[in-house]
């Protein structure tokens, strides 16, 4: 089965990771937390509703199906990283999803960061496993359907991202088409003294 690693392409507006979905079955088969322990500030008890998990892990072959075309995509540590810093830049942080089908508002990623070392990495103290070049996201869920119905029960175990990614082998080959195609006009002008 073919391997196809996913880049961003820079010269895309829309390029990069737009939105977060949370899901029961995410791609990069990694289940968040819900941190719902209880708070104690003075006499105020409430529950933090924050999800953490891995959004995106670098080098994990990713299985997908098109029809009958089945292969498995995987990101670089690099475009992870990249994917990462667009998320923010380009103030995506509140942009949710449900199962990659319904827009939901009032969750939104209030952190975001690559893991750089195992063992003191935040995510260890809640035991997770994420390795080197992860980016992991904690969301705020405001949402109390979302919190009730879907986090509370189980519905959903994981973050899953949504955005536009090029196909590096299909990149490489446009270039060596626009290469040859400019090559070609070269040899026009030369040949025809313009």
Same mark, same amino acid.
């Given at each position: 089965?073919?391997?196809?690693?996913?880049?961003?392409?820079?010269?895309?507006?829309?390029?990069?990771?737009?939105?977060?979905?949370?899901?029961?079955?995410?791609?990069?088969?990694? #289940?968040?937390?819900?941190?719902?322990?209880?708070?104690?500030?003075?006499?105020?008890?409430?529950?933090?509703?924050?999800?953490?998990?891995?959004?995106?892990?670098?080098?994990?072959?990713?299985?997908?199906?098109?029809?009958?075309?089945?292969?498995?995509?995987?990101?670089?540590?690099?475009?992870?990283?990249?994917?990462?810093?667009?998320?923010?830049?380009?103030?995506?942080?509140?942009?949710?999803?449900?199962?990659?089908?319904?827009?939901?508002?009032?969750?939104?990623?209030?952190?975001?960061?690559?893991?750089?070392?195992?063992?003191?990495?935040?995510?260890?103290?809640?035991?997770?496993?994420?390795?080197?070049?992860?980016?992991?996201?904690?969301?705020?869920? #405001?949402?109390?359907?979302?919190?009730?119905?879907?986090?509370?029960?189980?519905?959903?175990?994981?973050?899953?991202?949504?955005?536009?990614?090029?196909?590096?082998?299909?990149?490489?080959?446009?270039?060596?088409?626009?290469?040859?195609?400019?090559?070609?006009?070269?040899?026009?002008?030369?040949?025809?003294?313009?």
């Amino acid at each position: 089965m073919r391997i196809v690693e996913l880049i961003i392409d820079e010269k895309e507006d829309l390029a990069g990771v737009d939105a977060i979905s949370v899901v029961e079955f995410p791609a990069i088969e990694e #289940n968040f937390i819900a941190l719902n322990q209880q708070l104690q500030l003075a006499k105020v008890d409430d529950e933090k509703r924050i999800l953490m998990g891995a959004a995106l892990i670098p080098n994990k072959n990713i299985y997908r199906r098109n029809g009958d075309d089945e292969y498995y995509i995987f990101f670089s540590d690099a475009t992870v990283r990249k994917a990462s810093e667009l998320f923010l830049m380009n103030s995506n942080q509140n942009n949710a999803t449900l199962e990659h089908e319904q827009k939901v508002s009032d969750l939104s990623v209030v952190e975001s960061w690559i893991v750089e070392d195992i063992e003191m990495d935040k995510s260890k103290k809640y035991g997770l496993n994420a390795s080197v070049g992860t980016w992991m996201v904690s969301m705020k869920v #405001n949402n109390d359907t979302i919190w009730n119905d879907f986090v509370k029960t189980g519905k959903v175990k994981g973050f899953s991202i949504e955005g536009m990614f090029a196909d590096k082998l299909e990149m490489s080959l446009q270039k060596e088409q626009e290469e040859e195609l400019i090559q070609k006009i070269k040899q026009i002008i030369v040949k025809h003294n313009l």
